[in-house]
């Protein structure tokens, strides 16, 4: 073999497009698979932000090797490595930083060429902030969780131009839950199998091939995914048959309880129904303007009035989209 052969992806990925593609994905635990699988493909550059070193856990639970939880090497270093082994010719810029303490001034240069940000994180601040750097910095965001246990998945995605109600438009519930519990999470893995993970990422994965496709005006068939969905960038995914959002059978309500119907099912909803014309960040407007704030920063605090995350200067009084009134600390 003297040449990488990409033709069995010949029709579904265009080479030429993959390579002139930059992928930045914040969190590379369970979503470390999502890198390897892009490497294969001839993505032409990846940035991955993580600040963790592998661990035993990590070997059972992500993918990672025996031999880098016993030298404790960084994810972003042992990724590396492990997508250079697969693919020599992929570039994999390894930060090992925290993504919520990032300046301003840094994190636009990371995403100054970026072609698609993918937040796969567990921490709140940091899935915040990624939300708000794809509206200010107009790059295409996707963002997966996992809900308690691997039961079911989230996929939240945002287009600039296209989108009309941004991550924090449809997950306002999750800012003042975060706020008001004092926690950092979103959800985890903790109690699940690895193809929990691996099967919202399927989903991240196909809709990411189709935003680097649209982004360079490319004909792809994931890439007209989007004038299909129109306005539904909001999907729910579960694995477990009898999985509720609380006391609510969200997928029952969709599918029924038929005979043919049991687990492994997906709703993408139209996400411009949450639109919050007081939202902080997207004020209203979703990602559909473009190139109106590019000026202003990607940082973001918590609010005096109310605790909810906000972007750093832009209220003094509270987050403008909080009922709350009572001071909370995160």
């Given at each position: 073999?003297?040449?990488?052969?990409?033709?069995?992806?010949?029709?579904?990925?265009?080479?030429?497009?993959?390579?002139?593609?930059?992928?930045?994905?914040?969190g590379?635990?369970?979503?470390?698979?999502?890198?390897?699988?892009?490497?294969?493909?001839?993505?032409?550059?990846?940035?991955?932000?993580?600040?963790?070193?592998?661990?035993?856990?990590?070997?059972?639970?992500?993918?990672?090797?025996?031999?880098?939880?016993?030298?404790?090497?960084?994810?972003?270093?042992?990724?590396?490595?492990?997508?250079?082994?697969?693919?020599?010719?992929a570039?994999?810029?390894?930060?090992?930083?925290?993504?919520?303490?990032?300046?301003?001034?840094?994190?636009?240069?990371?995403?100054?060429?970026?072609?698609?940000?993918i937040?796969?994180?567990?921490?709140?601040?940091?899935?915040?902030?990624?939300?708000?750097?794809?509206?200010?910095?107009?790059?295409?965001?996707?963002?997966?969780?996992?809900?308690?246990?691997?039961?079911?998945?989230?996929?939240?995605?945002?287009?600039?131009?296209l989108?009309?109600?941004c991550?924090?438009?449809?997950?306002?519930e999750?800012?003042?839950?975060?706020?008001?519990?004092?926690?950092?999470?979103?959800?985890?893995?903790?109690?699940?199998?690895?193809?929990?993970?691996?099967?919202?990422?399927?989903?991240?994965?196909?809709?990411?091939?189709?935003?680097?496709?649209k982004?360079?005006?490319?004909?792809?068939?994931?890439?007209?995914?989007?004038?299909?969905?129109?306005?539904?960038?909001?999907?729910?995914?579960?694995?477990?048959?009898?999985?509720?959002?609380?006391?609510?059978?969200?997928?029952?309500?969709?599918?029924?309880?038929?005979?043919?119907?049991?687990?492994?099912?997906?709703?993408?909803?139209?996400?411009?129904?949450?639109?919050?014309?007081?939202?902080?960040?997207?004020?209203?407007?979703?990602?559909?303007?473009?190139?109106?704030?590019?000026?202003?920063?990607?940082?973001?605090?918590?609010?005096?009035?109310?605790?909810?995350?906000?972007?750093?200067?832009?209220?003094?009084?509270?987050?403008?989209?909080?009922?709350?009134?009572?001071?909370?600390?995160?």
């Amino acid at each position: 073999m003297t040449a990488l052969d990409y033709s069995r992806q010949a029709g579904a990925a265009d080479l030429e497009v993959m390579r002139r593609s930059h992928i930045v994905q914040v969190g590379v635990g369970s979503g470390s698979e999502l890198v390897r699988s892009f490497s294969r493909m001839g993505a032409g550059k990846i940035t991955v932000i993580d600040p963790d070193t592998v661990e035993p856990r990590n070997v059972t639970s992500q993918g990672y090797t025996y031999a880098a939880a016993l030298a404790s090497v960084p994810k972003v270093v042992a990724l590396e490595r492990e997508c250079n082994a697969i693919n020599p010719e992929a570039l994999i810029v390894p930060l090992q930083e925290d993504f919520v303490r990032m300046s301003d001034r840094r994190l636009k240069e990371i995403l100054s060429d970026a072609t698609l940000l993918i937040m796969a994180t567990d921490h709140h601040p940091a899935q915040a902030r990624g939300a708000l750097a794809g509206l200010v910095c107009d790059v295409p965001v996707i963002l997966a969780s996992l809900y308690r246990r691997g039961r079911a998945g989230e996929i939240v995605y945002t287009y600039p131009g296209l989108t009309e109600a941004c991550y924090r438009c449809i997950t306002a519930e999750r800012y003042e839950f975060v706020a008001r519990e004092r926690t950092g999470g979103t959800g985890n893995a903790a109690g699940s199998i690895p193809f929990a993970a691996a099967f919202v990422d399927a989903i991240v994965g196909h809709l990411a091939v189709g935003v680097l496709h649209k982004r360079h005006g490319a004909a792809n068939p994931y890439a007209d995914w989007f004038e299909k969905l129109g306005q539904r960038n909001f999907i729910q995914t579960r694995m477990a048959p009898d999985y509720k959002l609380g006391d609510e059978d969200i997928f029952g309500d969709v599918f029924g309880h038929g005979e043919k119907v049991f687990a492994f099912d997906t709703i993408w909803q139209p996400g411009v129904a949450e639109l919050k014309h007081d939202c902080p960040d997207c004020r209203g407007r979703g990602a559909t303007p473009v190139g109106e704030r590019a000026h202003e920063t990607t940082e973001m605090a918590a609010s005096p009035g109310c605790g909810c995350l906000i972007q750093l200067g832009s209220a003094d009084g509270g987050c403008p989209a909080c009922s709350r009134s009572e001071a909370v600390a995160v």
